[in-house]
């Protein structure tokens, strides 16, 4: 039942980052036996952490064969762009509805129906005609509704289980998911699209997983008293109406700059995750290393290898971000801030590097991507810890789902498709010129459908584009037979 006042205080407001850290009466770290077991507690962590990684898979299998759909449907960057933006966008507003209902009612039910109902239209989504792009859009702002669903609620489930350092680990160990199922979603997309030479498998994979995601869900996961393992007393806690909990949340000042801060993160990894392999394919037709993409499926090892750093780079990432922290708080209590800020403003540097460097090397721009996403990784466990230690159990999931919608909106909801808009903006056509390499242009500035069109203005038909290319060996051989000769 909701009432207006106060729930009660966890944290003091001197000393919420070093009291929400110790259990209370001073035991050790780890969960509670009043909520649930160890074993119990361990295994609900790995349900959770195995949900996440589809979760991510399914995000960013799309992004591993978007050149294929570009072509299949016919459209541009700033279309396909919006797929993640619609995404995003639809994720991100239901986020707080969640996120209330979350800190409510029973959250396991919520998660489950959720889970359940994401599988169910990512699986629609692979059945859409030719003709219906938009139909395309509508099934992953959908997906969004899901997503959402889960992504505001499962944090708060591990905060009731554990607390001090062991929180932390679970908490490493579920954001690994993140760039890991990011990862395995561009290798399941390019890898599925090879075998099957039809992109729409991709998009089959992970729903059966959700299903059997739903099942464990269900025999797994305990419904878990909220704050029980962080009570000072047996008061029971105060639910407070949700302006209380969103004006509380304002003021909260570690909340409100973690957030912003984190979406800076979420800006810069969301066009770097949808746009990443779609640029290194193009530059290396730049550098005359792959011929053109004219028919599906686009077959590229670049979403392959882009996947694996990802994972690689978010394993090591999120699991030093929690090491180098937790050692450096024994010399510093802002300890988890100050990584934070690191992770991003290092990485700069190194993401510009693989931008500047992408016609010239592939392999170092392969390089300044693994160690730009090793520092943006630094941030994810810690981020969310800051949350949770901050923030007080019944106001968890709004705070969960205010960070996801500040972090979406202002960050990877916009950039994917303000990059692709960029890249076929006339004015940015004028500011850096497109560099002619063969049929297809710069990688920053065309897209697979423009390319196509440019190959068939210069070519003609396909065959006369093939009979261009024999001629072109043919005195390239012509060629090296009179240096030969010389």
Not at 258 to 264: D, K, M, P
Not at 408 to 415: E, N, Q, R, T, V
Request: proline share 5%; aromatic share 10%.
């Amino acid at each position: 039942m909701e009432e207006d006042e106060e729930p009660e205080p966890l944290l003091s407001p001197a000393a919420a980052s070093r009291d929400a850290r110790a259990p209370p009466g001073g035991g050790g770290d780890g969960p509670a036996s009043g909520a649930s077991s160890r074993q119990r507690a361990v295994a609900t962590v790995c349900v959770l952490c195995f949900i996440n990684l589809l979760n991510y898979t399914d995000r960013f299998t799309v992004a591993g064969v978007l050149p294929d759909i570009e072509e299949y449907f016919n459209i541009d960057d700033s279309s396909s762009g919006l797929l993640q933006t619609v995404f995003i966008s639809s994720y991100m507003v239901l986020a707080p509805v969640f996120g209330y209902l979350g800190d409510r009612y029973n959250r396991k039910c919520i998660m489950s129906c959720g889970i359940f109902f994401w599988s169910t239209i990512t699986l629609a989504s692979s059945f859409v005609p030719q003709k219906y792009f938009w139909l395309l859009l509508v099934t992953r702002g959908l997906v969004g509704v899901g997503e959402a669903s889960y992504s505001t609620i499962a944090p708060t489930v591990i905060a009731d289980l554990f607390v001090g350092d062991q929180r932390s680990r679970m908490l490493s160990i579920f954001y690994f998911a993140i760039p890991v199922g990011s990862g395995l979603g561009y290798i399941v997309g390019s890898k599925v699209n090879d075998i099957a030479e039809d992109w729409h498998w991709a998009l089959r994979v992970t729903p059966p997983l959700g299903l059997l995601a739903v099942v464990l869900l269900v025999l797994v996961v305990a419904e878990i008293p909220r704050g029980a393992i962080e009570r000072r007393s047996d008061r029971e806690l105060v639910t407070t109406s949700w302006f209380t909990d969103v004006r509380a949340l304002s003021t909260n000042h570690s909340f409100v700059l973690s957030s912003l801060g984190f979406t800076s993160v979420a800006f810069v990894s969301g066009s770097l995750a949808l746009w990443a392999p779609a640029y290194l394919l193009r530059a290396q037709v730049v550098q005359g290393t792959m011929q053109p993409c004219i028919r599906r499926p686009c077959s590229s090892m670049d979403s392959l290898i882009f996947g694996i750093i990802t994972c690689v780079s978010g394993f090591l990432g999120v699991g030093a971000g929690v090491e180098v922290s937790k050692r450096y708080r024994r010399v510093n209590p802002r300890a988890d801030p100050l990584v934070c800020a690191f992770g991003l403003l290092a990485s700069a540097p190194f993401l510009f590097l693989a931008l500047a460097t992408a016609e010239a090397s592939t392999v170092a721009t392969y390089v300044f991507i693994f160690i730009g996403e090793l520092l943006l990784s630094l941030n994810w466990a810690i981020v969310a810890d800051i949350l949770l230690y901050v923030v007080v159990p019944t106001r968890r999931s709004t705070a969960e789902a205010f960070q996801i919608m500040t972090s979406h909106l202002l960050g990877d909801a916009s950039s994917p498709y303000l990059i692709g808009l960029l890249r076929v903006f006339p004015t940015t056509r004028l500011l850096f010129p497109v560099k002619k390499a063969g049929p297809l242009n710069s990688p920053s500035l065309v897209s697979s459908s423009e390319g196509q069109r440019e190959r068939e203005r210069e070519w003609g038909t396909e065959g006369e584009g093939e009979r261009h290319r024999e001629r072109e060996s043919e005195l390239e051989r012509g060629d090296r037979s009179e240096r030969d000769r010389e």
